[in-house]
């Protein structure tokens, strides 16, 4: 009796067993009723293959009935396995994925400046990790000589801005801050003239630059007339703004210019003012 049982209990036994059975069992019915519709001329091709998947669906569930156990914790076996490759892996499987967000949205090209985390840079190269950025100094708009490694999830999470119009020309913005003793009203016309002056010798180029932008984005930017603005800060103070379209390897030399004769022109005032 003990004998019976173990054998009964024998999952290699009943591997090899039951489909056995249920091979004799099919083959035995699709016979007969070949035989007997053969015999009545009658056709039996449905009956036989109803017969045919309901024996095979009983030999797939009698097996994994015998195996359930094994394959319950083999099963746990692998999804715990496959759980920490996953989570291995996370942040690599998550670059793959931005990969494919770039090639397939294309935020930008190899050669566009852009903004990433408060990183810029010009896009040299991408793979399926990372995206390489030569870093630019927003406020000069120069090449610092870091390389910017980023990975591509983070393009996925974080907003991309695209510089790319201002590789050639920029809306060039900065500010001067001083006190209240002078007047800038005064020079003001002055300042415009030198402004326009500076811009003089590019200012065709930029107007056609600065309209092919606007018909692109569809919005009005500044430009390509010099702007100067005089505001006041939160303490009082006078604050002259100056907005230039200018080429962006030029910006700083502009800025420094411009700020050169503010500064003697506000000094000349206020000495002015000291002697009256």
Known sequence: M?????????????????????????????????????????????????????????????????????????ALSIAAFAVAIVLATREFIQCVIGFFYLLSTR????????????????????????????????????????????????LIASPIKNFNFLKRYASHKFSITRDQSVNPYVFLAQLQENAQEYCADFYEVAARYNQMIERRLDVNITGPEPEITVTTSNVGDTVVTFTLFCPTQRAAELERALTTDFMNLWFEQRKQALTL
């Open 2 to 74: 003990d004998l019976v049982f173990s054998i009964v209990n024998n999952q290699f036994f009943l591997t090899f067993f039951i489909p056995f059975v249920a091979l004799t069992i099919k083959y035995t019915l699709v016979s007969w009723c070949r035989r007997r519709a053969k015999s009545k001329d009658d056709d039996k091709r449905d009956l036989i293959n109803n017969i045919k998947n309901f024996i095979n669906f009983t030999l797939i569930v009698s097996l994994l009935a015998v195996w359930a156990p094994e394959l319950q914790k083999f």
């Open 107 to 154: 935020p930008f090209r190899i050669g566009d400046w852009i903004e990433v985390e408060n990183q810029v840079g010009e896009v040299s190269a991408t793979d399926w990790i990372k995206t390489t950025l030569i870093e630019v100094a927003p406020q000069t708009y120069q090449y610092t000589g870091k390389t910017l490694f980023i990975p591509n999830n983070k």
